[in-house]
Structure formats: structure tokens, C-alpha cells
């Protein structure tokens, strides 16, 4: 019961994605089984000390599960007993005083400009509806930034070709406008005059969809990046992300102003937004010795 109680309390008071609840569920239910099987007792989640919880923890690690994802687990547990303390299931929060495992800093490499230049004018995207799709795809991740769970609840209504804007809805519902190219409006109309040819649609609402008429899915979304990145790029990871990255590091490497990418993105904060900056302080490090007349001094 406590359980369905928080994943009410995520979706409905803190406006927290599907997605993201599932995720908290998913890791309270792995603590949760392992509380049973390990002290054979089914109401002892509620009654945990930390020296349990570290035993959990020394297993994952164990196992081969990175510090960063224990954390990412560890994170979910707290927030749940931070809310059995609010409602009082709990006297306190047994990781309340818990330090994060330590990680590495993960420095994602964004797609340079040629390469995405590459894919997008070089590679042939046929004129079928998963050709003009894909390209669309593509485009969207690039141009906009977009999550890629943004991109694939993406609905007809929110698109405005009039405004040439996207209603985006982000994490914890929060809706945010972003502007559309005219290059990728193009390739918008091109793919809803091919949508509308589809003999059969189940998820009519969703903009994205299969040849089969249902809306896209998550290893689909990630093949297509992969398919055509892999012909135009060597870099080990290609994904929906590392195109988000790629947009926002190719804006502020263009003079963008960090709040404008920071609301382009969805982010909440700056220091979120941050993380994207290392590569244009490097291109700034190069314009700078370039340009300023004592560098060659």
C-alpha cells in the first residue's frame, strides 16, 4: 500500500513523468525483494537500518553494477522514505546521512558539425514514409534538442506549422515551445502527407508512427540514429542524447546565451545546462588564441 501511495504522490503531486516513476518503482521493488530474502520478513522495509541497506549495496556493487547506477537507486530509495517520514510510516530516513559512491565524470562527445552536415545532406534518406521519417527524426533531435521520450510522445496537436513551433511536454509535465527550422517544416510536411497515406493507424494522436499505423518505440528511435550515424561517424556511443548534446554544445560554440539553450532544452536549472559547456570553452580557447593580437607574441 505504501508503495502505490508514493507512486500517487510522484505522478499526481509532483508531476513526475511515466517513465520516471516507473524507474523509482522498479528499483523500491528490487530493494524490497531483497529485504525479504535476505531477513524473511515482508513488513521489514519499514523497519531497515542503514547497515542493511549497506549490504544491498556492497551486492550490487559486487555484481558489476556501476556506482553510478547504484546511486541512481540508492537516490529513488531515499526519496521513498523521505515520504513514508512525511506520512508518517517511518520515525526517520535511514539514508539520511549517506554519501553517494563516487563516480567518474561522464563527458559525452557530441557529434561534430560535419558529421551531422554528413547525415543529413550527404546520406540518402529514400522518399518512402520511413525514409522521410527518419530524416525528420534526425532532424528534430538536432535542431530542437529534444529528449528522446519527448520526441516519442510527440502528438499531431502539438505541432504548429502556422508558428513554426513544437509544444514539448518535458519532465514533471512542464511545457516548453520550441522553434522549428523551415528546413525541418519542410520535411514535416512531407512526412504528414505521407502519414496520412497509411491504410491503417492505431495511435492516431502520435505524430511519430510505424509503417503499421502505432506509435514508435524506444529501440526503434535508437536504431534509426545508429543506422545512419555509424555511415557518417566512428564515435563508440550514438544515440538520441549525444544529438541533444550536439545542439546545445553547437549553439554556445555559435555565441548562444546559456539561458536561451538552458529553456530550449527544458532544463530546470544552469547547472544542468553546464554540463554541455566544456566543448565550447574549447572552441572559445581556439577563437581566442586565434584572433587575439598578443597570442602570436
Not at 542493511?52 to 553510478?68: A, D
Not at 540508492?74 to 539514508?95: C, Q, R
Not at 535542431?143 to 513544437?166: A, F, V
Not at 527550422?181 to 502519414?195: A, F, N, Q, S
Amino acid at each position: 500500500m505504501a508503495l502505490k501511495a508514493f507512486v500517487d504522490y510522484l505522478l499526481l503531486e509532483k508531476n513526475y513523468s511515466k517513465l520516471t516513476v516507473k524507474a523509482y518503482q522498479k528499483d523500491i521493488e528490487a530493494f524490497t525483494k531483497f529485504i525479504k530474502d535476505t531477513y524473511g520478513d515482508d513488513n521489514a522495509i519499514h523497519d531497515v537500518n542503514y547497515s542493511q541497506i549497506r549490504t544491498w549495496i556492497v551486492g550490487l556493487v559486487e555484481s558489476g553494477v556501476t556506482n553510478r547506477t547504484v546511486n541512481r537507486k540508492i537516490s529513488s530509495l531515499s526519496t521513498f522514505y523521505k515520504f513514508l517520514l512525511k506520512i508518517g510510516d517511518v520515525k526517520e530516513n535511514p539514508l539520511s546521512k549517506h554519501k553517494a559512491l563516487k563516480t567518474d565524470k561522464k563527458v559525452q562527445i557530441p557529434f561534430s558539425e560535419q558529421e551531422i552536415d554528413t547525415v543529413l545532406k550527404d546520406l540518402n534518406f529514400d522518399t518512402s514514409f520511413e525514409g522521410i521519417r527518419n530524416k525528420l527524426i534526425i532532424e528534430l533531435f538536432y535542431s530542437t534538442g529534444i529528449r528522446r521520450i519527448e520526441l516519442i510522445e510527440l502528438k499531431c496537436s502539438s505541432i504548429s506549422i502556422n508558428e513554426n513551433n513544437i509544444k514539448v511536454l518535458g519532465k514533471r509535465n512542464k511545457e516548453r515551445i520550441v522553434p522549428l527550422l523551415d528546413t525541418v517544416k519542410e520535411t514535416l510536411i512531407k512526412y504528414l502527407e505521407k502519414r496520412d497515406e497509411l491504410t491503417q493507424i492505431t495511435d492516431l494522436e502520435y505524430l511519430f508512427l510505424t509503417k503499421k499505423g502505432v506509435k514508435i518505440y524506444e529501440t526503434l528511435v535508437y536504431r534509426v540514429i545508429n543506422d545512419y550515424f555509424r555511415q557518417a561517424s566512428t564515435k563508440v556511443k550514438k544515440s538520441p542524447h549525444v544529438l541533444r548534446h550536439s545542439f546545445a554544445t553547437h549553439l554556445l560554440n555559435h555565441g548562444a546565451d546559456l539561458n536561451a539553450v538552458k529553456e530550449l532544452l527544458g532544463h530546470s536549472s544552469l547547472a544542468a545546462t553546464q554540463i554541455y559547456t566544456h566543448n565550447s570553452i574549447a572552441e572559445l580557447k581556439k577563437v581566442h588564441l586565434k584572433a587575439h593580437p598578443r597570442s602570436k607574441k
